[in-house]
């Protein structure tokens, strides 16, 4: 049953993607008042990977039309300061697991061709005590290249929006991939994980690319602009 029809006959639960909730749901809110039905007393908006609403930004502003809105994130504090939220009450749940993460930060090189040469020697290097590594960067660019430099006996896949679909299955050595694995993929395996700042990155890319790995205890190098 597609999105609209589901919500027009108030189905108990419809479960549908952010980005075709930022697409439909504005309209049918507006059929709801046109018709002067009470769709809130029907329905609570629950909205899981919250700090993905900050791309589409109209499903921010169709929050408002919500008397009940629940948001599930690791990094509440990027929406918390938005005026749509002024009023909230923040939940934690209860986790069992402790998570012993080390971290190592770098300065990023002034030239991206040093940068490089860098990351594609930690890789050889890396790669004899890890199941994995994942490296991610917004350049889709140097996502090219970089998967280019890296050792072809390797095998790399690439990662983002339109390869959402790509197997990383256990013959892959090496991810390349954007900030779309932070929605969508967990690793348990033993994997290093590489971060790459661009300026398209935020405090909570940072936090939620850490947590991707599920391993009680993992390592992460980091290299940042400052």
């Known amino acids: 049953m597609e999105f609209k029809e589901a919500i027009n006959h108030f189905l108990p639960v419809v479960i549908t993607t952010l980005s075709n909730a930022s697409k439909c749901l504005g309209g049918i809110i507006e059929h709801f008042y046109h018709h002067q039905i009470d769709f809130n007393s029907e329905y609570t908006l629950l909205i899981d990977e919250a700090h993905l609403i900050l791309e589409p930004i109209s499903l ?3 929050c408002r039309e919500f008397n ?3 948001l599930i994130t690791a990094t509440a504090s990027d929406i ?31 030239k991206m061709e040093e940068q490089r040469e860098t990351i594609v020697k930690q890789v050889l290097e890396e790669i004899k005590r890890y199941n994995k590594i994942l490296i991610k960067i917004e350049d889709k660019n140097e996502w090219e290249r970089l998967k280019e430099c890296i050792d072809n006996e ?7 929006s339109k390869r959402k ?13 954007t900030s779309c694995i932070q929605s969508s993929q967990s690793f348990e395996e033993k994997l290093l994980s590489i971060f790459i700042q661009t300026p398209l990155d935020t405090v909570s890319s940072v936090e939620q690319f850490v947590g991707r790995n599920r391993n009680e205890d993992s390592t992460a190098y980091l290299y940042m602009r400052q």
Request: contains cysteine; charged residues 30%; proline residues 0%.
């Open 80 to 110: 918390s300061c938005l005026s749509v939220f002024e009023e909230y009450e923040k939940i934690n749940s209860l986790a069992d697991i402790k998570y012993h993460r080390t971290i190592y930060f770098y300065k990023l090189k002034s």
């Open 60 to 62: 921010i502003e169709i």
């Open 165 to 177: 679909e790509v197997e990383i299955n256990e013959d892959v050595d090496i991810i390349i991939a």
């Open 68 to 70: 009940k809105v629940g």
């Open 154 to 160: 390797l095998k790399k896949v690439l990662y983002n």
